[in-house]
């Protein structure tokens, strides 16, 4: 399998001009997506009744490696893949609302999370003049993370369906999961 990427821009180019930016470009791809689109008649619920949380990281086709598509599951996204308040609540939505059952939780090698630390926030307070309210969620080890990522899911009182969380570590180089023992 060939993987394409956009990460091949040709180097001393600029991937935005002054008068057009990325977004400008997604704009466009869009128009061209959506000249070709037809509704596909599905419902928010996804098929395989899962949620996934994973890190946003841009090497990882979330879809791809799952062998997911389209209407599958529901996809949560952010920073390390950590569980905070705003997973757990998409998570809440995504049970009790849209019928989930089962969740995945994927962190990643090599993970940018493993080389910050909560010292992050007070750097952006002296730098802004004001202390972002939220964790960084920084991390020394994936597999710890994911077990108490499996622990926060397990433990929220408000979700209903807790007996079907898996963890995982998504290996950058080779595309294999490891599943992270919660013990």
Same mark, same amino acid.
């Given at each position: 399998?060939?993987?394409?990427? @956009?990460?091949?821009? &040709?180097? !001393?180019? *600029?991937?935005?001009?002054? *008068?057009?930016?990325?977004? *400008? ?12 689109? @037809?509704? &596909? !008649? ?14 946003? =990281?841009? $090497?990882?086709?979330?879809? #791809? ?11 949560? $996204? ?7 308040? +705003? ?8 049970? $009790? ?6 969740? #995945? ?9 493993? @080389?910050?630390?909560? =010292?992050?926030?007070? +750097? ?7 202390? &972002? ?6 991390? $020394?080890? #994936? =597999?710890? =993370? ?10 929220? &009182? ?26």
């Amino acid at each position: 399998m060939v993987m394409t990427t @956009s990460a091949s821009v &040709p180097a !001393g180019s *600029d991937s935005a001009t002054a *008068d057009h930016t990325v977004t *400008d470009r997604l704009v466009e791809a869009n128009e061209r997506y959506a000249s070709a689109f @037809s509704d &596909p !008649g599905m419902d928010a619920r996804p098929v395989q009744r899962v949620a996934v949380v994973a890190c946003m =990281d841009a $090497r990882i086709d979330l879809h #791809a490696a799952l062998g997911l598509k389209l209407g599958d599951c529901h996809t949560i $996204r952010n920073a390390g893949g950590v569980v905070t308040d +705003d997973v757990i609540r998409s998570l809440t939505i995504s049970q $009790r609302a849209l019928g989930t059952r089962s969740v #995945a939780l994927i962190h990643h090698t090599n993970c940018g999370m493993e @080389s910050i630390t909560e =010292d992050f926030r007070h +750097d952006l307070e002296l730098e802004v003049g004001q202390r &972002p309210v939220w964790a960084v969620e920084a991390f $020394r080890d #994936a =597999d710890q =993370d994911v077990r108490q990522s499996i622990e926060r899911v397990r433990t929220s &009182p408000f979700l209903l369906h807790t007996d079907d969380v898996r963890g995982f570590v998504f290996d950058v180089k080779t595309g294999l999961l490891r599943e992270v023992d919660p013990a």
